[in-house]
Nanobody
Framework: QVQLVESGGGLVQAGGSLRLSCAAS????????MGWFRQAPGKEREFVAA????????YYTDSVMGRFTISRDNAKNTVYLQMNSLKPEDTAVYFC???????????????????WGQGTQVTVSS
């Protein structure tokens, strides 16, 4: 089991940027596919981005393509989500998630991830 703690959320104006971080515990972090999800009020949790254990492959939902970048530093047991050109519709609680091992078969859903962080709020004002 991987323990995950997100940070970096906050309030930003439309067009601004934020970088989320997710610190993981566990010596096998470097073997996991990692992902970011988000959940807006009254909506289901949706997939945002994923990165393969090596960092060599990434996958994004269409609505964030070209604006968000997922990356990881296995030496620091940390995965990041750089969010640029933020829009009000990006407002949500963002969750970090660890996959069940190194499996890489996009598209991804919540069922592909077994460990979750507590979430960090991102609010984009218009």
């Amino acid at each position: 089991q991987v323990q995950l703690v997100e940070s970096g959320g906050g309030l930003v104006q439309a067009g601004g940027s934020l970088r989320l971080s997710c610190a993981a515990s566990g010596r096998t972090f470097s073997t996991y596919t990692m992902g970011w999800f988000r959940q807006a009020p009254g909506k289901e949790r949706e997939f945002v981005a994923a990165i393969r254990w090596s960092g060599g492959n990434t996958y994004y939902t269409d609505s964030v393509m070209g604006r968000f970048t997922i990356s990881r530093d296995n030496a620091k047991n940390t995965v990041y989500l750089q969010m640029n050109s933020l829009k009000p519709e990006d407002t949500a609680v963002y969750f970090c998630a660890a996959g069940s091992g190194s499996r890489w078969l996009p598209p991804f859903g919540a069922a592909d991830f077994g460990s979750w962080g507590q979430g960090t709020q991102v609010t984009v004002s218009s």
